[in-house]
């Protein structure tokens, strides 16, 4: 399936590297949303963005910066990472971003992140 | 108390075998409800959304009951492949999208 894709899957970066992710969606969704998944963890939603404009930040360090240029395209900036943002960051998209069943959300494989 | 809470498992059941587990939520104002899986190492992938009125799509049937605030997933005639973390996920808003943890079911021949 290639709905939704991230760049790249495996990623390893020292804690004073500047790096970014990628994520493209060829489902024609106007929604595009940042989750982190830590081992033994829930998922956590980061940054929700809508028709490239961002709707919600969920209390996440300035260290991760996103960027939505258009409405296909999400990228997660990331700099002076510590060793805890350590996961699995995974990229979504849904019809709306409002709820209901637009709310359907499809995601990316996921880039696994590892701060040395 | 978690806005959602879900029976980590594991379940362990043989194939051919109905499984039910259920996921409850806080907030009375939440929304839309929907059941992920998630493999091994893979991403989430949608399951099926929760209706009202309740929903049936195959083998897998989805309930909710907002009076208790609890959705449900059942899941008939198991096959191997069905062995995964079943997530269930509560939208309230565009900054409140709250997954649980996670119920792992696991199918033996």
């Known amino acids: 399936e290639t709905g939704v894709t991230q760049t790249p899957r495996h990623l390893v970066m020292g804690m004073t590297n500047k790096k970014s992710l990628k994520c493209e969606q060829h489902?024609?969704?106007?929604?595009m949303y940042w989750y982190k998944q830590s081992a033994k963890k829930p998922l956590e939603l980061m940054f929700v963005?809508?028709?490239?404009?961002?709707?919600e930040n969920n209390s996440v360090p300035s260290r991760f910066s996103p960027e939505c240029p258009n409405s296909s395209h999400l990228f997660l900036h990331l700099h002076t990472l510590q060793p805890e943002d350590s996961a699995l960051y995974l990229c979504?998209?849904?019809?709306?971003?409002?709820?209901?069943?637009?709310?359907?959300?499809?995601f990316g494989p996921g880039t696994r992140l590892t701060v040395t | 108390r978690k806005e959602v809470e879900q029976d980590p498992g594991p379940f362990n059941v043989p194939e051919g075998a109905t499984v039910a587990f259920n996921c409850t939520y806080s907030?009375?104002?939440?929304?839309?409800f929907f059941w992920y899986r998630q493999d091994c190492r893979k991403e989430p992938k949608l399951l099926m959304s929760?209706?009202?009125s309740g929903n049936e799509d195959g083998r897998f049937t989805a309930q909710l009951n907002r009076a208790s605030q609890y959705i449900s997933l059942l899941i008939r005639d198991s096959k191997l492949s069905d062995s995964a973390t079943y997530l269930c996920?509560?939208?309230?808003?565009?900054?409140?999208?709250?997954f649980g943890s996670g119920t792992r079911l696991s199918i033996r021949p």
């Open positions: 996920v509560v939208f309230s808003s565009a900054s409140k999208i709250i």
């Open positions: 963005y809508s028709l490239e404009e961002r709707v």
């Open positions: 929760v209706y009202s």
């Open positions: 907030n009375s104002a939440s929304q839309s």
């Open positions: 979504a998209s849904s019809q709306d971003w409002r709820g209901g069943l637009q709310n359907e959300q499809y």
């Open positions: 489902l024609g969704h106007n929604a």
